[in-house]
């Protein structure tokens, strides 16, 4: 997988950043002070844990922006499995812009494979049902983009980008127009006259009651939030009785533990914070050879 413009733009603007925060107008001091200039190396990009990778295009770019005279030689590409050992690109070149941009190149790629790897943990558990793990927008600020892009390189999908992406109501959107049936209602039909036509619309419950008057408006998408899955599951049979076209989303509360039953209700889309905002980075390391 390759980053999209939108991918590549948010990585420019995080590597001009890790640069500044990492490398500033001094340098690289332990490696000025303890290499030659002119002290040729090679180094092997390992994995050290399983997980899926996620953001070589990203490891690439870093070093050659950071070491312009090394070469980079991928040996596998974002989405494929690794374990410890695993080969995954090789480096050489000067060894004073190497060293100065092994952090980065790391940092980079230990985070987005751990996102990724996160992810294809929790398509596993699902993997021979209808049914789609969605990310959200709980991402570190700056690194949505980057975020959501190894969310897909685990085997996982976006929810939206942002909030001009996409028509969601919240609770709190129902609460500001005073709650209960009529903010449901109201809710889906300002926003059908807003937006004629254009964007799906995708409303939260969390309650069965809430839920039946969501389904009478036909949204795209009924999102419920923190629902059991006695609940979620009763959901499923009312909106199928009445042979409706409306998308079912389960959310809030998610877990690796618990995501298959969730999905074996019958909903739809499942999306999940964690994938995001508590994905653990995956163990990679640069092995070297100095001779």
């Known amino acids: 997988m390759h980053f999209n413009t939108f991918e590549n733009k948010a990585f420019t603007l995080?590597?001009?950043?890790?640069?500044?925060?990492?490398?500033?107008?001094?340098?690289?001091l332990t490696s000025k002070a303890t290499l030659p200039?002119?002290?040729?190396?090679?180094?092997?990009?390992?994995?050290?844990?399983?997980?899926?990778?996620?953001?070589?295009?990203?490891?690439?770019?870093?070093?050659?922006?950071?070491?312009?005279?090394?070469?980079?030689?991928s040996l596998i590409e974002d989405g494929e499995a690794l374990s410890n050992g695993s080969l995954i690109a090789k480096i050489q070149g000067p060894m004073r812009g190497i060293l100065s941009a092994e952090r980065i190149v790391l940092n980079f790629m230990q985070r987005l494979s751990g996102i990724a790897s996160l992810s294809a943990k929790f398509v596993a558990k699902v993997y021979d049902l209808p049914v789609k793990i969605l990310d959200t927008r709980k991402t570190t600020p700056g690194w949505r983009y980057l975020d959501k892009f190894a969310v897909r390189c685990g085997g996982g999908f976006n929810h939206r980008m942002n909030l001009s992406d996409g028509i969601l109501i919240k609770d709190n959107h129902l609460a500001a127009l005073g709650g209960g049936p009529d903010a449901i209602r109201k809710s889906i039909l300002l926003s059908r006259q807003y937006f004629p036509g254009t964007w799906d619309i995708e409303i939260e419950v969390d309650n069965l009651e809430m839920f039946d008057c969501a389904l009478q408006s036909s949204p795209t998408i009924i999102l419920l939030d923190n629902m059991s899955c006695a609940d979620m599951k009763a959901a499923v049979q009312r909106k199928n009785a009445l042979s409706s076209t409306v998308l079912l989303e389960a959310s809030g509360g998610i877990t690796l533990a618990n995501v298959r039953e969730v999905a074996l209700t019958g909903i739809d889309r499942i999306s999940i914070g964690a994938i995001t905002h508590s994905a653990p980075a995956l163990d990679l390391a640069l092995d070297y050879n100095f001779s």
């Open 14 to 28: 995080l590597l001009e950043l890790a640069i500044a925060e990492d490398i500033d107008a001094s340098g690289d």
């Open 37 to 73: 200039a002119d002290l040729m190396g090679k180094a092997t990009l390992v994995g050290r844990a399983d997980g899926i990778l996620a953001g070589i295009e990203a490891g690439e770019k870093a070093l050659r922006k950071i070491a312009p005279d090394a070469e980079w030689f």
